[in-house]
């Protein structure tokens, strides 16, 4: 041990030597060379590390559903994708000399909604747990946004029985559609859901109510699956809602009251589903200490690695957020995180863009089945979230045309 530290001492003392007999000219030098290439390497490092989602397969544009009065299974149709037009719009618009994406939201246009809502199902294995959720996701969307019922009339036939219109509001798309995105599911979770819209009646009526299974070749993360089906909604609004049915889905509602509030000018609002009322409730009481304090951690270290808006979101994981349809192209075209931080990426974007965030409080409860591993997947969220912020904030990731 002694020969040990008496060998350091001397190469400190070598090295002591060494530096008084360097001119400081070229110790500053060797410095700043250092330093030079250390941000070269961790540069690099970030570019090879940043993800960047994969095209989707041709396979995955399509959608399966119950056709016909006998409810059958349809073939695979072509799902169509508002992206793709968006795409072909700004390629043959001018680039400006400056691109800001606060100044972009009336370029960034869409085409019209085809129905009012809309609701992305990211689901993987959810064979157990997916009935529950579809049931109360379809009472509700049928209560509140499905046709106006029909009446008898005198002669026994029936009609629809139409609101009268009013002078002060326009029309707005009606009907509403599920869709329901397998992330490389290897179980019954796509029959699961056809074979409910086959029991309750549900057949694929594109101007009122349909629900569409979409399987993704392979397991992107739900971040992936979620951006997936939101490429493709057809709806005024569109929400992604988690397939344990954890969230209440009866408080769509307080979301679409409050994103409606916000809204900007362009029609650009987003409404993010929040538990951060329940903390201190039995529920979060109940959890192991170790995820409590991995969840206050995560929400330290949020602070501190967004922006502003963004770090001002109480709960930024929960599974139930809503947007205007003039608010995707601001953020659907430029999504990266595939994973569990996908969210974020989400809010920072709308905060960039300069749209509207409202946090409503949701009801919510526990729902065993959770492929969440606490440990390993908060420790890959908080290196997620700074290689998201690096490489927002370095450039590797950039909006607009030519942007990675």
């Known amino acids: 041990?002694?020969?040990?530290?008496?060998?350091?001492?001397?190469?400190?003392?070598?090295?002591?030597?060494?530096?008084?007999?360097?001119?400081?000219?070229?110790?500053v030098a060797i410095v700043l060379s250092t330093l030079f290439g250390m941000l070269v390497l961790s540069y690099t490092l970030l570019f090879?590390?940043?993800?960047?989602?994969?095209?989707?397969?041709?396979?995955?544009?399509?959608?399966?559903?119950?056709?016909?009065?006998?409810?059958?299974?349809?073939?695979e149709r072509p799902l169509k994708c508002w992206l793709d037009q968006h795409h072909?719009?700004?390629?043959?618009?001018?680039?400006?000399?400056?691109?800001?994406?606060?100044?972009?939201?009336?370029?960034?246009?869409?085409?019209?909604?085809e129905i009012f809502m809309s609701v992305v199902v990211p689901a993987f294995n959810e064979e157990q747990r997916l009935g529950e959720m579809l049931k109360e996701a379809a009472e509700?969307?049928?209560?509140?946004?499905?046709?106006?019922?029909?009446?008898?009339?005198?002669?026994?036939?029936?009609?629809?029985?139409?609101?009268?219109?009013?002078?002060s509001t326009t029309a707005k798309p009606q009907g509403w559609e599920i869709l329901l995105v397998s992330d490389g599911s290897t179980d019954r979770t796509i029959d699961i859901a056809l074979e409910f819209a086959q029991l309750h009646g549900i057949h694929d009526d594109p101007a009122h109510r349909s629900i569409r299974t979409i399987r993704l070749a392979q397991n992107r993360g739900k971040g992936g699956a979620v951006t997936h089906g939101l490429r493709h909604v057809r709806g005024q609004?569109?929400?992604?809602?988690?397939?344990?049915?954890?969230?209440?889905?009866?408080?769509?509602?307080?979301?679409?009251?409050?994103?409606?509030?916000?809204e900007d000018a362009h029609g650009r609002g987003v409404a993010v589903g929040s538990r951060s009322h329940l903390v201190g409730s039995a529920a979060v009481v109940r959890r192991s200490f170790l995820r409590?304090?991995?969840?206050?951690?995560?929400?330290?270290?949020?602070r501190v690695l967004t922006p502003p808006a963004t770090a001002?979101?109480?709960?930024?994981?929960?599974?139930?957020?809503?947007?205007?349809?003039?608010?995707?192209?601001?953020?659907?075209?430029?999504?990266?995180?595939?994973?569990?931080?996908?969210?974020?990426?989400?809010?920072?974007?709308?905060?960039?863009?300069?749209?509207?965030?409202?946090?409503?409080?949701?009801?919510?409860?526990?729902?065993?089945?959770?492929?969440?591993?606490?440990?390993?997947?908060?420790?890959?969220?908080?290196?997620?979230?700074a290689v998201l912020r690096a490489a927002w904030g370095l450039g590797i990731y950039r909006q607009g045309r030519g942007g990675r």
């Not at 409590?292 to 949020?302: A, P, R, Y």
């Open 88 to 113: 072909r719009q700004q390629l043959d618009a001018p680039q400006p000399a400056v691109a800001s994406p606060k100044d972009g939201a009336a370029s960034q246009a869409i085409e019209p909604a």
């Open 140 to 167: 509700y969307l049928q209560q509140e946004y499905g046709p106006p019922p029909k009446q008898s009339t005198a002669n026994g036939s029936t009609r629809t029985k139409h609101p009268s219109p009013s002078p």
């Open 237 to 262: 609004y569109a929400i992604f809602a988690d397939a344990d049915g954890a969230s209440k889905f009866a408080d769509l509602g307080k979301l679409l009251r409050a994103c409606q509030r916000i």
């Open 312 to 385: 001002a979101i109480k709960d930024t994981q929960c599974g139930f957020k809503l947007f205007s349809r003039a608010a995707l192209p601001a953020i659907v075209p430029h999504m990266h995180s595939e994973g569990w931080i996908f969210d974020v990426e989400m809010l920072m974007l709308a905060e960039a863009a300069g749209i509207p965030v409202a946090e409503v409080a949701v009801g919510w409860r526990e729902v065993g089945g959770s492929k969440l591993n606490v440990v390993w997947d908060s420790l890959g969220m908080a290196a997620g979230l």
């Open 292 to 302: 409590n304090f991995l969840m206050h951690s995560f929400h330290v270290l949020l």
């Open 1 to 27: 041990m002694e020969h040990v530290v008496e060998t350091a001492r001397d190469l400190a003392h070598c090295f002591s030597a060494a530096v008084q007999r360097t001119p400081p000219a070229l110790l």
């Open 48 to 75: 090879i590390l940043a993800p960047i989602p994969r095209p989707p397969f041709a396979a995955e544009k399509t959608y399966r559903t119950i056709v016909g009065p006998r409810g059958e299974v349809s073939p």
